[in-house]
């Protein structure tokens, strides 16, 4: 229930899914015929809108153009709903009678006779679809989820609360998380029972934790985390609707294709609330799923990172070894050396961000360089008096006021003024941002990484700021890499340091007042529509311009998701963090940026930690940030993975993390998880022998286990989980699967995935390659292995070319090598 689901479970389920899909596809039919009809009629009122004369005074043309603006807006809320018009259903509990059955979507919809057809999802008869649990259904029999693509129902996810409510037709038709769930209920022992009552209530307390602090839900593979932590963010949506409507969810997810199944899961959180993002595009303007080296990840999450920050963007705040020297159309200005620092030191003194403080250092610099102007001209005017008086034409000249040698020659309107025309002059302008230049955070995250002598110097200050935690020379080499390298996750979280450090640049700030400027107009022209028309005109019950157009903001074409998702200092209503167990230090820093009350979900499972710079416990992440507003809920039973597969994993996990608990699995059945011996290799942990050498073992066994695999689950999926370094020698062995974690890789039959491309993912079959080069990867490798064995639901094949892990020692041995190589090895 936490990972994508890839079902081929037999024929009967298929064609109940089939035939219900085509049921809901004739009725998402009729609503988007409905939904052309009203377009049209709106198109034509607009049209009439526009075209209607300018008689009538003032007044008149006021109302007219508000009718217009209305019925665009109106055009455009039916515009923006074209994408998941309708996304669920609930079938209500009938006391007896028939059920009830209402659909759910972005808008509310009537036919010609004035039924409800389609319930806006705001409504209170909407209610149900985000409020019922297990524990409280809310009166619903049923709630079912649909995925459109464009008009088309793609699939259907159900989730029953009274099995007993439906029809035995419904029943053989569900599908997803409700078909499992129901198998469990109809188990013949009271133990099934106890397990599902056990999971509904593990469930339900996460769905319904307060909004205040930090909700962390501790679960292994299988125990439902993800959908769980997801029906929470509808239930918050619904329960905290000014709270969050307003600011929006932010959700942050480990890759693109997990990114893409929490869209089919749960499309219910509405795309105008909801930001959906990896850890990769959480700056605006960066899309990177590029990962860096285990080692350098570790460093580039590290905390120390935000003070080597700190103490790069300092260093391009300098003062001369010497005075400030400029020529400005043949005359010498200086300032001196101690008077720089002063501006300097006086400029850092304000706390400022960096490209904010830099207009007090700018506008002092340009004063005293006007004033050495003026001292330069008097002195010049002083030195022509000298000159006419031996020549005996200072009277002449007009020159005689200068024989005071205390008055002034130039007021302070000629020195602001020689301010101005200074800073249009190239040559001050260079000097001035050659000791406080304007940056931009790519500028210094990319001049630090790809510049020995800046990291050095940085590394260097931050052992200063923070009592010698700075970063050695090895751990500095690490960091280094070519000027035009393309950025990575790694990078993220340091560009968003340094936007903090920086402050708003010159474009950021011209962004802004143009905002400023079509927000005042905005609201001047809302204010002509209360005068003239009134709040009851409008359909609105506002108290002002201000509201009336916040109002209208909202209906507008741009979301709240668009907006937020642009801007890089939105503050989310709540964030939720799957795979949370990620996320380094660094990249902690940039989400809490971004949800000011700190009001999180954090999903993961600390088992399964595989980044460098990941959490090794919940309070070493988060504790720092919320205090004592941290709570944890373990979920401990796993109703999607085998027992006889969770028994290798609780043997690799029983090796790398003893201290952690392994969740219940409470199928069984299936056939036995195998270790397939194919090639020949060396020791365990060794690099696999080249193709050519090794007498064509993977590459000629590894398609024929893949094909029986796919064969035995039927219609399912299946994942070939590899070595990042033998990524591409394994993918070349499968030319038709697909090769990455891109969201196709959910439409393949077969994916070649890495493990960390597959964490937060489950498919039918698994075949795992090489999992003693798994191990030796990095230190994070035994947790790797655990990742890749529990993305299994029905088969799990893991091949290997040297000896077998001990670890792995319960999966049931075959050997495919020639009988010749096998004597060879026993000799």
Known sequence: MDEVQHSGRGGEREDGRAA?????????????????????????????????????????????????????????????????????????????????????????????????????????????????????????????????????????????????????????????????????????????????????????????????????????????????????????????????????????????TFLRYIGRVLPSLGETDVVVQTVGQLYPGVATADEDAPATTAVKGSLRMAAVLEAAVADRQRVPEEDLVVEVEGSELRVSHDMCRHLRDRARELGLAHNQARKLFVNEMLWELARAQDEWLEKSLRDAEALLEEAGQADQAGLSELEDPDTRLRSEEDTEYAREQLWADPAVRAAVDGLWPPLTPRQVVGDLLSDPDRLASAAAGAEQL????????????????????????GDVPLLDEAAELLGADSEERAREREARQQRQEAERKAQDVLEYIGTYETGMMVDSAAELTDRQEETSALTTADRAAADRTWAYGHVIVDEAQELSEMAWRTVMRRVPAKSLTVVGDLAQTGSAAGARSWEEALGRYVGGRLHEERLL???????????????????????????????????????????????????????????????????????????????????????????????????????????????????????????????????????????????????????AITRATRRLTVVHEGPLPDMLARLRAEDARPEAEKEREHA
């Not at 020379?473 to 890499?481: A, N, Q, S, V």
């Not at 090639?679 to 000629?700: D, I, M, T």
Request: charged content about 25%; hydrophobic content about 40%; glycine content about 12%.
């Open 20 to 256: 219900a899909i085509r049921a809901e596809q004739g009725y998402v039919d009729r609503l988007y015929a409905r939904l052309d009809v009203l377009r049209g009629r709106t198109s034509e009122t607009l049209s009439a809108a526009l075209g209607r004369g300018g008689g009538g005074g003032y007044a008149a043309r006021t109302e007219r153009e508000a009718q217009a603006e209305e019925t665009a807006r109106h055009m455009t809320r039916l515009n923006a709903v074209e994408n998941g018009l309708c996304f669920g259903r609930i079938d209500l509990d009938g006391d007896g009678s028939a059920s009830e059955t209402l659909y759910i979507g972005r808008i509310g919809l009537r036919d010609e006779d004035h039924e409800p057809i389609l319930i806006d999802w705001r409504a209170p008869a909407a209610r149900p679809f985000y409020t019922a649990s297990p524990t409280f259904p809310d009166g619903l029999v049923r709630r079912r989820h649909l995925h459109l693509r464009d008009r088309t129902v793609v699939d259907i996810d159900d989730e029953v609360f009274d099995l007993d409510g439906l029809t035995e037709d419904d029943r053989r038709g569900l599908v997803g998380e409700a078909a499992l769930l129901a198998a469990l209920n109809q188990g013949r022992t009271g133990r099934m029972g106890d397990i599902v009552a056990t999971i509904q209530a593990e469930q339900d307390r996460v769905i319904r934790a307060g909004l205040p602090g930090a909700l962390v839900v501790q679960g292994g593979p299988g125990t439902g985390k993800t959908v769980a932590a997801l029906h929470r963010a509808a239930y918050l949506l619904y329960t905290h609707r000014r709270t969050l409507e307003r600011r929006g969810v932010l959700v942050v997810g480990p890759n693109p």
């Open 466 to 489: 923070s009592a010698g935690q700075g970063l050695t020379e090895d751990e500095r080499r690490l960091l280094l890499r070519p000027a035009d390298a393309p950025w990575t996750m």
């Open 637 to 787: 039973v796993n109703y999607r993975t085998p027992a006889e597969i969770m028994a290798v994993a609780a043997d690799v996990l029983a090796r790398i993390a003893p201290e952690l608990e392994v969740p219940e699995s409470v199928r069984e059945g299936g056939d036995a998880p195998r270790a397939v011996r194919v090639g020949g290799g060396g020791a365990v942990g060794e690099a696999a022998p080249e193709p050519e050498k090794a007498g064509g073992g993977l590459a000629e066994r590894l398609p024929e286990l893949v094909s029986a695999d796919l064969a035995a689950i039927g219609e399912g999926r299946l994942a070939v989980i590899t070595p990042a370094t033998r990524h591409a020698e394994v993918a070349a062995t499968l030319p038709d699967a697909a090769a990455g974690a891109d969201p196709s890789a959910l439409d393949s039959p077969v994916a070649v995935l890495t493990p960390t491309q597959s964490k937060g993912l489950e498919f039918d079959a698994v075949v795992i390659v090489d999992p003693a080069c798994i191990l030796a990867a990095s230190a994070s490798g035994g947790r790797d292995l655990y990742v």
